[in-house]
């Protein structure tokens, strides 16, 4: 498995826990890891990061 993958993964299960400061944390981290080419990913680790602005108040 791609590690950007298991970076987003684990993101997600942060997420969901309701550790959002967390889950921005690895959304953040994960972009870095995923290629460029592979544009659908980027926008889902790009707009996963954004839903978690909001929810901390840091729109």
């Known amino acids: 498995m791609k590690i950007y993958i298991v970076?987003?993964?684990?993101?997600?299960s942060?997420?969901?826990?309701?550790?959002i400061a967390?889950?921005?944390?690895?959304?953040l981290?994960?972009?870095?890891?995923?290629p460029v080419k592979s544009k659908k990913e980027r926008v889902v680790l790009?707009?996963?990061r954004a839903q978690c602005y909001p929810l901390l108040q840091q729109p």
């Not at 942060?14 to 550790?19: A, E, R, V």
């Not at 967390?22 to 959304?27: E, T, V």
């Not at 981290?29 to 995923?34: R, S, V």
């Open 7 to 12: 970076v987003k993964l684990e993101g997600n």
């Open 46 to 48: 790009y707009t996963n």
């Open 14 to 19: 942060l997420f969901s826990s309701g550790n």
């Open 22 to 27: 967390g889950a921005a944390s690895r959304y």
């Open 29 to 34: 981290e994960a972009p870095a890891l995923c």
